[in-house]
Every structure is written in structure tokens, then in C-alpha cells.
């Protein structure tokens, strides 16, 4: 099973400032089979980012992903109120169990 | 418009059962492999089990394996989690997620449903 470790477990930040937020995984992701999820209290995960650096539809381009192998990041260029939210990266390697980060908290300085 | 509508959670005993349903819109059901996920309170993402229409194919994770069946009915483009034996440890929202179409992202969970809540308690 891949394990995902996320780091940090919570970034303190301003609007308007950049998120980095990172994803490690216990051995290597074939393909860069790697999506980043955004969660927001009592709502579903939305999907962000999908073979650790496409957009999904609709998703602003401030989000931008980019990683391989066992290092992945998640990079949100400008804060915007709304980007507040916790975040996951997700393997979906080829067989299951596919298996999810931790999450980080972005939230408000 | 995708919408994936999830029921059937509530209050169940230690040892109790609970179905639980997936109800799909907006995209051809038999043609996408689905999954459910949960989530615990104040938890992360646990995947849970995978359901291929198309090849019959299913997966559990170990820690429910043995006690949930998944299942879907094409006809009435639903998907179903049959939870027996429950456990305090299996207290969480459920959500179902629609696995994508293969592409060169690989094949992702592309929409989620809003979840159902799963109580496990005496």
C-alpha cells in the first residue's frame, strides 16, 4: 500500500499570499497517477488537479500542480478567500487500495 | 449536469447492518466504474471499496472487507454499499465517488456525492 504524508498539517497564510503545500509518497507513483482534492467544511471533496499537474475543469489557474515520482506539490499562486479549505492528495495507481494524504488545513492568518 | 446522491445512512447498533445507496444523473452509469469513500469525523479520506459495471470487478479495503458488499443495479443507474457488522470504527460519512474515463491523467474520482452519514453507537 502507498502512503502519502503530507506536509504541513496546517499553513497559516493571508489572502493574496502563496500556498505551497506537499505530498510524499512512500514509494514511486507510476505515471504521476496523482490528484489533488479541495474540501471545505460539510461539503465533498472537489477535485483539483488530476496526473499531478492537469487542471480539472473549471479550476482557476492559480492552482497549478507539479511533481513526480514520490515528491508532489500543490502550489496556489494568490490566496483568495475562498481557497480556505483543507486539501488532499490521492494515488490512484493502477491497483487499489487507493490511498489519500492526511490533508492539509490552509487557513487564515 | 453529473450528480451523484447519496442515502440510507443513520443510527445503527454495534453488530448492525445498513444499506446504503448511491442514486446517479447526468452520465451514462454503466459505463464508469464507481467507488465509495469515507470519511470520519474530523478524519481524512479512507477509500473504501471500487465497483466496475462493465467487468464485475470489485475491491474492498482489508478494513472492511468480509463485511460490506458493493453492488450496482444498471437499470436503476444506483450504486449500494451493504454494511453488516458494523463497528464504532465504521462511524463516518460515506461518500460515492464516479471513477473517470481513462485518459492520459489516468483514471481519477471526478465527482463526488454530497455524502450520507454513518452512526455507529449503542
Known amino acids: 500500500e502507498i502512503v502519502l504524508t503530507q506536509s504541513p498539517g496546517t499553513l497559516s497564510l493571508s489572502p493574496g499570499e502563496r500556498a505551497t503545500l506537499s505530498c510524499r509518497a512512500s514509494q514511486s507513483i507510476s505515471s504521476n497517477y496523482l490528484a489533488w482534492y479541495q474540501q471545505k467544511p460539510g461539503q465533498a471533496p472537489r477535485l483539483l488537479i488530476s496526473g499531478a499537474s492537469s487542471r480539472a475543469t473549471g479550476i482557476p489557474d492559480r492552482f497549478s500542480g507539479s511533481g513526480s515520482g514520490t515528491d508532489f506539490t500543490l502550489t496556489i499562486s494568490r490566496l483568495e478567500p475562498e481557497d480556505f479549505a483543507v486539501y488532499y492528495c490521492q494515488q490512484y495507481d493502477s491497483s487499489p487500495p487507493w490511498t489519500f494524504g492526511q490533508g492539509t488545513k490552509v487557513e487564515i492568518k | 449536469e453529473v450528480q451523484l446522491v447519496e442515502s440510507g445512512g443513520g443510527l445503527v447498533q454495534p453488530g448492525g447492518s445498513l444499506r446504503l445507496s448511491c442514486a446517479a444523473s447526468g452520465f451514462t452509469f454503466s459505463s464508469y466504474s464507481m467507488n465509495w469513500v469515507r470519511q470520519g469525523p474530523g478524519k481524512g479520506l479512507e477509500w473504501v471499496s471500487y465497483?466496475?459495471?462493465?467487468?464485475?470487478?470489485?475491491y474492498y479495503a482489508d478494513s472492511v472487507k468480509g463485511r460490506f458488499t458493493i453492488s450496482a443495479d444498471n437499470a436503476k443507474n444506483s450504486l449500494y454499499l451493504q454494511m453488516n457488522s458494523l463497528r464504532a470504527e465504521d462511524t463516518a460519512v460515506y461518500y460515492c465517488a464516479r471513477r473517470s474515463a481513462s485518459s492520459t491523467s489516468g483514471r481519477y474520482f471526478d465527482y463526488w456525492g454530497q455524502g450520507t452519514l454513518v452512526t455507529v453507537s449503542s
Open positions: 465497483f466496475s459495471s462493465s467487468s464485475g470487478t470489485v
